[in-house]
């Protein structure tokens, strides 16, 4: 162990010492409310919706959109402008229906989703299309482009661009390098281009039957470039908080809600429904893991439900630790135990800490300076938890002074902090929260800022 490892060790001891010798620290404490921003939420319940069918037959792949299956595939609704740009500016156009329009169907057969597409255009002569090959930046041209949030991180997605030459480009915008294989048909008519594209649901990266989806159009024929979207992201395209939601047939798992992502007790909520045609009874279990931590499961139910029926469950979940993402796997069980649906997400979590010290730089003497807090935990534990403010000389990390409080309530905190006589040199300011008392307290979380005592000019 090296010396600042040993002295910081010992830091840490003093912090949670039951004794306090040392000299108060903070002599003017106030608490406060100040908004917290939570962690990225799945709620589903505002999203466009897209529930893909299983269709009677596959399509041919042939650029007219005249087989018999697309009728019985999903189709989008009006797509709405995010931003228009010329080679050196962009700006948001506001939501607004897109005055050139394009309608996408979708389908599922055997394993394999199907896309198609029609592009309005009446200016067919300036459509471009200059890139011929696979792989190239497609994106450049006249494009349709399908984005696919599997996993509903709300941060990751794969993407698929095709131009009005057939030409598809792979995009996989979170970890990994994605390769599918895509069938497709493109055609130019008298005023639109049609586009039809295949590719495996297993090349997805779904981890349940719902996945954020999105379908956009980069529109160039009439000079400049137009942005639009089924479900508008206001700006660039690659925006998965903003998809709208997908649905594979047969789902029993329609929809979900995941707590703050705060330290503490959260709440999840799903809806399941019975899309079958006789009486079942569904039973739910949510499973919950943060790193290589043992995994924690809950059941609810069974739950009677008529054909077609849906409930809403509630699941209590606890978040123990900051720095690692909570994995949440929800399922959806029959009568025997079978898993009959189930979805996998990651929910970040919020950072539990922030502090300020209002000065960095001292002259020896200088007894008064104020440092401030904002906690993000949520209130059953911050009923549990104390606060620890203290100063430690830096060459040694011995403990100058310190003070210790319970959060009366509120996020934040303002301390006017009282310093001791003061020597020439570095300390160091720490802000600690802990839960829990006496010897079962746990440290949450920890910041620090460095300060300087300078001798005084003579």
């Not at 400049?224 to 089924?230: A, D, F, M, P, V």
């Not at 503490?264 to 739910?284: A, F, K, Q």
């Not at 319970?406 to 300011?429: H, I, M, N, Q, T």
Request: proline share 5%; net charge negative; charged share 20%.
């Amino acid at each position: 162990m090296t010396r600042y490892a040993t002295l910081a060790f010992a830091a840490l001891l003093a912090l949670g010492a039951a004794a306090q010798t040392e000299p108060p620290l903070a002599v003017d404490v106030r608490w406060g409310d100040v908004p917290v921003q939570a962690a990225l939420q799945v709620d589903l319940s505002a999203r466009k919706h897209l529930a893909i069918p299983e269709l009677p037959s596959a399509p041919q792949l042939d650029g007219d959109l005249g087989d018999e299956a697309w009728d019985h595939a999903a189709r989008t609704d009006t797509w709405m402008v995010n931003t228009a740009r010329t080679d050196t500016w962009m700006v948001n156009t506001g939501e607004r229906p897109a005055p050139v329009q394009t309608t996408a169907w979708l389908g599922i057969h055997g394993g394999t989703l199907f896309v198609g597409a029609r592009a309005d255009e009446p200016n067919v002569g300036g459509i471009l299309a200059t890139v011929t090959e696979d792989g190239g930046p497609a994106w450049s041209d006249d494009c349709i482009e399908l984005f696919v949030d599997g996993n509903l991180d709300l941060q990751s997605a794969r993407q698929l661009v095709i131009n009005s030459a057939g030409a598809v480009t792979a995009l996989d915008n979170g970890p990994g390098d994605w390769r599918v294989a895509v069938a497709r048909a493109t055609r130019v008519g008298e005023d639109a281009w049609f586009a039809e594209f295949a590719l495996p649901v297993a090349g997805l990266g779904l981890t349940g039957t719902d996945f954020g989806i999105n379908i956009c159009r980069e529109r160039r024929a009439a000079g400049g470039t137009e942005l639009s979207c089924w479900s508008p992201t206001g700006g660039g395209f690659h925006q998965p908080g903003r998809f709208g939601l997908a649905s594979l047939p047969g789902g029993y798992l329609r929809g979900f809600a995941i707590g703050t992502g705060m330290l503490g007790h959260n709440e999840l909520s799903i809806t399941i429904e019975n899309p079958d045609d006789r009486p079942r009874s569904l039973g739910t279990r949510l499973t919950w893991w943060q790193g290589d931590d043992i995994a924690l499961e809950r059941a609810l139910g069974p739950y009677a439900l008529e054909p077609g029926e849906a409930r809403e469950v509630t699941f209590g979940y606890d978040i123990a630790m900051a720095g690692e993402p909570v994995q949440l796997e929800m399922a959806v069980l029959d009568e025997t135990g079978k898993v009959l649906a189930r979805q996998e997400v990651s929910q970040g979590v919020v950072d539990v800490l922030d502090m300020a010290a209002g000065r960095s730089v001292l002259v020896v003497g200088e007894g008064t300076m104020f440092a401030r807090a904002t906690l993000r935990i949520t209130d059953d534990l911050l009923a549990r938890s104390r606060l620890i403010i203290a100063l430690f000389r830096r060459s040694d990390m011995a403990l100058v002074a310190r003070s210790e409080f319970a959060p009366p309530g509120g996020s934040a905190v303002r301390a006017e902090l009282s310093l001791p006589d003061l020597e020439p040199g570095d300390y160091s300011l720490h802000v600690v929260l802990k839960s829990g008392d006496g010897d079962d307290a746990r440290r949450i979380a920890e910041e620090k800022a460095m300060l300087h005592v300078l001798a005084p000019v003579e």
